[in-house]
C-alpha cells in the first residue's frame, strides 16, 4: 500500500528540513551508514543483554522478541508539545470526570448527549462499581493517549488506552540507549529528559493512597511472567523502589489487603495493577482467574485500598465510546476540543453501516474491544477476499465495530534494510493524575517499519522510536 500526501516530520513539500531538525539532518548527512549499522547492532545487542523484550501470543507460546528499536529520533519542538500537553490534559481531565459520572449520578447519560445504553450495556461497565467512591475521584491514575498526526500536520487522537497502558518503560529505555549510542547529540539539542517518569509515578501513586495513610505502601501487580509485558512490570517496581507482586503474593482480611513477607504480612494501600479487572477478584469476576486475589473488590468498595487504574474505567477507552470524547470535554469542562478525534463512523448505527459497507476498500475498521492491531480491517492494504470476508462479519455484528477514514500518518525517517526511508508513525504520551496532572515531555513513538504499512503496533512487526521534545 502506497500513502500519499502524508506530512514528513523532517523535511516540508519541498523537500527543506524543518527548523527544528537542521542540526540532527546536518549530523545524520555526515554519518557513514556502515557507523548507523553498527550503531544499531549495538543497540540490539545490547536490548538482548537487558532482557527488554515482550512475549507473543498465538505463536510460539512464551516466545521472547525484541521490539525493533530504531536509531534515528523523532523530534518535536516546544511549541508543539505545549499544545499537545494542554489538549492531553484537557482530555483526561474530562474523561476522569466522565468515569465518575457515569457511576455516580450519571447525568451525561440523563443529558443525552452519550447514550445510556452504550455504556450500561458496554462489557467494560462495572455494575459493582455503581455508587463507590475511589481517592481523590480519580480513575483513569495512567493514561496512554495514542495520537497521529495527518496529511498536514494537525495532531488527531486515535485511541484513548485507560486499563492498563503498556510502553512506558521502552519510552524510557530508548532514551538511556541513544545517550549511551550517540552521547554528543545530547550537547546539541536540549532535549526535555524523561528519566524523571518513575518518581513521578511513585508520587502519583502514594498522593492517591485511601484517607488517613500517612506513608503508603505501594506495589505493582503483575499477571505473571507469561505476560507480553512482564519485562515493564518488573522494570517499572524495581525503579520506583517497591515490591512485584502477583495475586497469590497478597490476600484480603478484615477487607485489607496484605502482601506475604518474610517479616510476615504487610498491609498494602495502593496497587497499580497490571491485571485486567476480570481477573482481579475470582470472588467478583472471573471465578476461573488464579491471577487475582480474593475478595480485593470489597476492600476497594470499602475505601481500604486504591486500586489504579481504577476498576471499570475501561468503560471509557472502548472504541464505541470514543466518538463521545469531544462532547465529553464540552459538557464537563465547557471547553472546545484541543486536540480532535479521527472522523468514526459508528456501525451501529445504520446510516453509517451502509457508508462503510459501500467503501470498505477505503477505511479501517476496528472492533470495539479490540487492541494490539489485531480485528482489524485495513482496507486500502486488503485483497478483495480479505474485505468480502469482513463484509460478512460486519454485515452479521455491526455494533462490534467501527470505521475511520485511512489517515495518511506522518513519517519519519527511519534506518530500516535498505538504508534511511520514511516510515509511518505515531505517539503514545503517558499522562499522570493525582494531585494534578503531570506529563513526561514525549512518549513512545512506534513506528510501522514495513514499507507503506500503518499498523505501528509491536505485535504487528512494528518498532520503536526515542521521541526528543526540545526545551524553549
Request: glycine share 8%.
Amino acid at each position: 500500500m502506497t500513502i500519499k500526501n502524508f506530512y514528513n516530520e523532517m523535511t516540508d513539500e519541498a523537500g527543506r528540513v524543518r527548523p527544528h531538525y537542521a542540526s540532527y539532518a546536518n549530523w545524520l548527512s555526515e554519518m557513514p551508514e556502515e557507523r548507523l549499522s553498527q550503531k544499531r547492532a549495538e543497540a540490539d545487542a545490547l536490548f538482548h543483554r537487558y532482557g527488554i523484550t515482550f512475549a507473543v501470543y498465538g505463536e510460539n507460546a512464551g516466545t521472547e522478541r525484541l521490539i525493533p528499536f530504531d536509531i534515528i529520533p523523532r523530534i518535536i519542538p516546544a511549541s508543539e508539545w505545549q499544545t499537545l500537553a494542554a489538549g492531553l490534559r484537557q482530555r483526561v481531565k474530562a474523561l476522569n470526570l466522565f468515569i465518575r459520572d457515569i457511576y455516580h449520578d450519571q447525568d451525561i447519560l440523563k443529558s443525552g448527549t452519550v447514550p445510556a445504553e452504550q455504556v450500561l450495556n458496554n462489557a467494560q461497565y462495572r455494575r459493582v462499581m455503581q455508587g463507590v467512591d475511589v481517592a481523590r475521584d480519580i480513575y483513569a491514575h495512567i493514561a496512554g493517549v495514542d495520537v497521529v498526526r495527518a496529511g498536514a500536520g494537525e495532531y488527531y487522537v486515535l485511541e484513548d488506552n485507560l486499563r492498563v497502558p503498556s510502553g512506558v518503560s521502552y519510552m524510557l529505555e530508548n532514551r538511556k540507549m541513544m545517550m549511551r549510542l550517540f552521547p554528543r547529540l545530547f550537547s546539541r539539542y536540549k532535549v526535555a529528559p524523561v528519566d524523571r517518569y518513575p518518581d513521578m509515578l511513585l508520587n502519583m501513586l502514594r498522593s492517591v493512597a485511601p484517607t488517613g495513610v500517612s506513608d503508603p505502601t505501594v506495589v505493582v501487580m503483575t499477571p505473571g511472567a507469561y505476560n507480553s509485558a512482564y519485562f515493564e512490570h518488573a522494570f517499572l517496581a524495581q525503579q520506583m523502589g517497591v515490591e512485584l507482586v502477583e495475586g497469590q503474593d497478597m490476600f484480603v482480611k478484615d477487607e485489607q489487603v496484605f502482601m506475604r513477607t518474610t517479616q510476615g504480612p504487610q498491609r498494602v494501600d495502593v496497587i497499580y495493577r497490571r491485571v485486567d479487572d476480570d481477573f482481579l477478584d475470582p470472588l467478583a469476576f472471573r471465578q476461573d482467574s488464579v491471577l487475582g486475589v480474593p475478595g480485593i473488590l470489597g476492600a476497594y468498595q470499602a475505601g481500604r485500598v486504591t486500586v489504579t487504574n481504577a476498576i471499570g474505567s475501561g468503560v471509557a477507552d472502548d472504541k464505541s465510546i470514543y466518538p463521545y470524547v469531544p462532547e465529553m470535554i464540552r459538557f464537563y469542562l465547557g471547553e472546545e476540543p484541543i486536540l480532535h478525534n479521527v472522523p468514526t463512523f459508528m456501525c451501529r448505527k445504520k446510516d453509517d453501516l451502509a457508508y462503510v459497507l459501500d467503501h470498505l476498500a477505503e477505511l479501517v475498521v476496528k472492533e470495539v474491544h479490540g487492541a494490539g492491531g489485531y480485528g482489524m480491517l485495513v482496507g486500502p492494504a486488503a485483497t478483495r477476499a480479505e474485505i468480502e470476508d469482513f463484509r460478512k462479519i460486519l454485515e452479521a455484528h455491526p455494533e462490534r465495530y467501527i470505521a475511520q477514514p485511512t489517515l495518511a500518518l506522518s513519517a519519519c525517517p527511519t534506518f530500516v534494510e535498505a538504508g534511511i526511508a520514511p516510515r509511518h508513525i505515531d505517539l503514545r504520551p503517558f499522562v499522570l493524575s493525582g494531585e494534578e496532572i503531570q506529563l513526561i515531555p514525549g512518549g513512545l513513538t512506534r513506528v510501522a517499519l514495513r514499507e507503506g504499512s500503518l499498523v505501528v503496533n509491536s505485535s504487528q512487526g512494528g518498532g520503536t522510536k526515542d521521541t526528543w521534545v526540545l526545551e524553549a
